[in-house]
């Protein structure tokens, strides 16, 4: 069914509920694709959905209107899983203008060749007939193509990726649902898709206040809608964008027999003996882009890796790969890890987290084949000077 936001105002997208993994992200909880329909003079769709489900959306639009009635497409981001069903809509509905940014056009034009294509940007306006929808070009958050629509009159602003989360729910708005597993499921979406944006973001957000834009419900293209309570997340995305954190430790790592993660639960004993908060994450059962949900929360993350062929062990590569893409600051960072006769390990992690951009406490602490009375001091010691930092 569709849902209605305003009079003449509609959800018309899909819900992926088997999706798990969304390239390479872990979607434990599916995913939607939001499109809205807005019935007007000139009726319009506002994003499209990924290829497979086409069918969903126009079976939800066919029970507001006939998709032939259909007179303009807003595309604000062309990432597949907003665009991947342009070609066949464009071949069911030729007549459909779709209105994109101009960094929008040579990703369409490759994607899907020509396109009844129309050029917007910042500033500009489309007339729907009662209603004007504006435009906002919000360049790398996240594509170089994404923006933002708004309808002035309706106080609603069309998000894009922006302040989304990958949830499946058979409820549309923020006032109908536990908000606890929504506001963690767009924390990990931020900490995984937009962290390393975050200045572009601080950005974003200025941009939207300098237009004083009257926000009083933000539809965003994957997840609820914020109708009660859009302040929260723009709220939620100044603190991430901020590299605002509690006072939570991550400790993660993997071990090989059992030492290193030794030395992993001594660091999340003593947090806790101290009462902080702490997530200990062995990397073969902890899915990267969950471990990301939780670093982006902490304000210090400490690393665990034992020394394997003269270099770290491979899943702790894998974590440390994505966290140089994604970036992060003001947190503090600690290196660790058992080896047997060579030990780069410790080192090479102590470099990665400061290639990352965290404030890491050198030495870290390595011990050989197994921890004893003298590391487990030097471990303590690693994790006072951790509690003092981020105390400080
Ligand atoms: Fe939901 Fe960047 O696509």
Redesign the pocket.
């Known amino acids: 069914m569709p849902v209605q936001l305003r009079d003449g105002i509609y959800w018309v997208g899909a819900i992926d509920w088997n999706l798990r993994d969304f390239h390479g992200y872990i979607t434990g909880r599916g995913a939607t694709y939001n499109s809205y329909l807005i019935i007007d003079e000139k009726v319009t769709l506002i994003d499209a959905v990924k290829a497979p489900f086409l069918g969903e959306m126009l079976d939800r639009i066919r029970l507001i209107i006939d998709p032939e009635k259909i007179d303009y497409l807003i595309c604000n981001?062309i990432?597949k899983?907003?665009s991947g069903s342009l070609p066949e809509f464009h071949r069911l509905f030729p007549n459909v203008k779709i209105f994109a940014t101009q960094m929008a056009k040579p990703g369409l034009q490759k994607y899907f060749g020509d396109l009844p294509l129309e050029i917007v940007k910042t500033g500009d306006s489309l007339n729907l007939g009662r209603r004007s929808l504006q435009f906002i070009e919000t360049p790398m958050v996240?594509?170089p193509d994404s923006m933002f629509s708004y309808l002035p009159g309706d106080k609603i602003l069309f998000s894009?990726?922006g302040f989304?989360q990958h949830i499946a729910t058979s409820e549309r708005f923020d006032d109908e649902v536990d908000m606890h597993d929504v506001m963690y499921e767009a924390r990990k979406y931020y900490a995984n898709l937009l962290m390393h944006l975050s200045p572009l973001i601080q950005n974003t957000l200025k941009k939207v206040a300098e237009l004083k834009l009257e926000i009083d419900m933000i539809a965003p293209?994957?997840g609820i809608i914020w109708r009660k309570d859009p302040g929260r997340i723009i709220k939620a995305y100044d603190q991430w964008s901020r590299y605002e954190a509690g006072n939570k430790i991550s400790v993660v790592y993997d071990t090989m027999w059992q030492s290193t993660e030794k030395m992993a639960k001594t660091l999340a004993e003593f947090f806790m003996s101290k009462g902080i908060e702490v997530k200990l994450m062995k990397l073969r059962q902890w899915h990267r882009s969950d471990i990301m949900a939780e670093i982006i929360d902490s304000k210090a993350v400490c690393i665990g890796s034992p020394t394997l062929h003269r270099n770290m062990f491979p899943t702790v590569a894998d974590l440390l790969c994505y966290m140089k893409g994604l970036k992060s600051q003001k947190k503090v960072g600690a290196a660790f890890g058992s080896y047997g006769w060579s030990g780069e390990a410790m080192q090479l992690v102590s470099d990665d987290l400061k290639a990352i951009g965290l404030d890491v406490i050198e030495p870290g602490v390595r011990a050989q084949y197994l921890p004893g009375a003298e590391d487990t001091a030097q471990i303590i010691a690693l994790a006072e000077n951790i509690i003092e930092k981020i105390k400080a």
Do not use: F, K, R
């Open positions: 981001h990432e899983d907003h996240h594509w894009m990726d989304g293209s994957h």
